[in-house]
T-cell receptor, first 110, second 112 residues
Framework: KQEVTQIPAALSVPEGENLVLNCSFT??????LQWFRQDPGKGLTSLLL?????REQTSGRLNASLDKSSGRSTLYIAASQPGDSATYLC?????????FGAGTILRVKS | EAQVTQNPRYLITVTGKKLTVTCSQN?????MSWYRQDPGLGLRQIYY???????DKGDVPEGYKVSRKEKRNFPLILESPSPNQTSLYFC???????????FGPGTRLTVT
C-alpha cells in the first residue's frame, strides 16, 4: 500500500528563518511528487511538481527535492514570512491518483 | 483565467436527499478527479476520469457516482447521502503535457 508521511506535523518559526519540511513515501514507483499549500477553509494551491526523472525544482524562495531511492522529498523555504503560514501537503502520484500526506501546519511568527 | 470551479461551496442537507456537486474546468484537461478531505484521514480519491465517458473508482467510491459527458464537467452525485459523507470535497484536473494537478476551491458538505 502506498503511504506518504510528513514530518513534522506542525512547525512554528520566527520570521526570516530558513526551514525544511519533510515528506517520505513507501513506494518508490512514483510518477511525480507535488507540493501544495492549503490555507484555512481554502483549496489547494500547487507550489512545485517534481517529475520522477528530476531531482529538484525551484520557484522563488521555494526549493523542492526528490530522492526516489530513499523515498524522500523535502521542501525548503528560504527567509520565511508570516504570509507563508499555512498547511503544506505533499502528494505522490501513482497511476491515476495522488496519495497525500497528512500535512505540516506551518506558523511563521512576526 | 485557468481554473477549476465547484458548486455549491457549502451545502447542508438531510440523510437520503439526492444531491449533485458540480465541477468544471476551463483548461481542456482530459483527466479529472474527486477527493474528500477528513480530519485525521487526509485527502482520499473518490473517483477519477481519464476522458469523456471514461471513469473509474478511486480508494473510497462507496456511496458516490460520477459522470463525464463533456470534457469540462465532472459532477459528483450522492444518490442517498449519509452522515458519514460529511466532508470537504475537492475536484481536480490535469492535462496536456503537464503532470501538475489543479484543485478547485472545495465544497463543504454536511449531512444531518
Amino acid at each position: 500500500k502506498q503511504e506518504v508521511t510528513q514530518i513534522p506535523a506542525a512547525l512554528s518559526v520566527p520570521e526570516g528563518e530558513n526551514l525544511v519540511l519533510n515528506c517520505s513515501f513507501t513506494d518508490s514507483a512514483i510518477y511525480n511528487l507535488q507540493w501544495f499549500r492549503q490555507d484555512p477553509g481554502k483549496g489547494l494551491t500547487s507550489l512545485l511538481l517534481i517529475q520522477s526523472s528530476q531531482r529538484e525544482q525551484t520557484s522563488g524562495r521555494l526549493n523542492a527535492s526528490l530522492d526516489k531511492s530513499s523515498g524522500r522529498s523535502t521542501l525548503y523555504i528560504a527567509a520565511s514570512q508570516p504570509g507563508d503560514s499555512a498547511t503544506y501537503l505533499c502528494a505522490g502520484e501513482y497511476g491515476n491518483k495522488l496519495v497525500f500526506g497528512a500535512g505540516t501546519i506551518l506558523r511563521v511568527k512576526s | 483565467e485557468a481554473q477549476v470551479t465547484q458548486n455549491p461551496r457549502y451545502l447542508i442537507t438531510v440523510t437520503g436527499k439526492k444531491l449533485t456537486v458540480t465541477c468544471s474546468q476551463n483548461m481542456n484537461h482530459e483527466y479529472m478527479s474527486w477527493y474528500r478531505q477528513d480530519p485525521g484521514l487526509g485527502l482520499r480519491q473518490i473517483y477519477y476520469s481519464m476522458n469523456v465517458e471514461v471513469t473509474d473508482k478511486g480508494d473510497v467510491p462507496e456511496g458516490y457516482k460520477v459522470s463525464r459527458k463533456e470534457k469540462r464537467n465532472f459532477p459528483l452525485i450522492l444518490e442517498s447521502p449519509s452522515p458519514n459523507q460529511t466532508s470537504l470535497y475537492f475536484c481536480a484536473s490535469r492535462g496536456g503535457t503537464s503532470y501538475e494537478q489543479y484543485f478547485g476551491p472545495g465544497t463543504r458538505l454536511t449531512v444531518t
